[in-house]
């Protein structure tokens, strides 16, 4: 069974500054995908970036980049230039095709102004 | 595009009471994830459906608990009887092939607060 683990439960960063939430995980498969999922206060659960396994490009969105490193079974988020809105939790997740999501215990990260 | 609608958003009931909770996923979608969420357990698999088949319900907790899909656009979880530990946030989730969507990609809709008392 697959594993997520998020070693971090509570973080900081000052505003327009940059922060890094880490995430390790376990597997045997060679073939999977990887997600960080944001969960504002309203508990809406936001997709906020994906990796499939098999790029060994790391994936950007705007804001939000990923440092995917697979023989170490890492997985990254890095958040450039924060901002208030992006206090939120984080939630790493690990998914094997249409498969159920395997999260981790999430990072609770809080943006001061 | 609504998105997963799941209803109600808040619920509160006394222990015993039966609770029903409902989700219409993304038209289009043929996979239906149940997820619940809590400050212990954090966010567990309860069940999940492909083309409205349940494929593997080992995360429901117990016969307390039972889930359908009757049709591609409908889903419901039961809880009867409830009990306060079943307090939690309950997820519901769809994913599938859209046009211009990546494949597995699972959207949430904004969830259930149940609360026993």
């Known amino acids: 069974a697959q594993t997520v683990t998020q070693s971090q439960p509570e973080m900081s960063v000052q505003e327009a500054e940059t922060v890094t939430l880490s995430c390790t995980y376990d597997?045997?498969?060679?073939?999977?995908?990887l997600f960080w999922y944001k969960q504002p206060p309203s508990r809406q659960m936001i997709l906020v970036i994906r990796?499939?396994?098999?790029?060994?490009q790391n994936a950007t969105e705007n804001r939000f980049s990923v440092n995917f490193q697979k023989a170490a079974k890492s997985f990254s988020l890095k958040i450039s230039d924060s901002q208030l809105g992006d206090t939120a939790m984080y939630f790493c997740a690990f998914l094997k095709g249409n498969t159920p999501l395997v999260f981790g215990k999430g990072t609770r990260l809080s943006v001061i102004a | 595009d609504a998105g997963v609608i799941q209803s109600p958003r808040h619920e509160v009931t006394e222990m015993g009471q039966e609770v029903t909770l409902r989700c219409k996923p993304i038209?289009?979608?043929?996979?239906l994830f149940w997820y619940r969420q809590t400050m212990m357990r954090g966010l567990e698999l309860l069940i999940y459906f492909n083309n409205n088949v349940p494929i593997d319900d080992s995360g429901m907790p117990e016969d307390r608990f039972s889930a359908k899909m009757p049709n591609a656009s409908f889903s419901t979880l039961k809880i009867q009887p409830s009990e306060p530990r079943d307090s939690a946030v309950y997820f519901c989730?769809?994913?599938?092939?859209?046009?211009?969507?990546?494949?597995?990609?699972?959207?949430f809709g904004p969830g259930t607060r149940l609360t026993v008392t």
């Open positions: 990796q499939e396994a098999y790029k060994q």
């Open positions: 989730a769809s994913s599938g092939i859209l046009s211009g969507r990546a494949l597995y990609e699972q959207y």
């Open positions: 597997t045997s498969e060679s073939n999977y995908y």
């Open positions: 038209s289009g979608h043929d996979y």
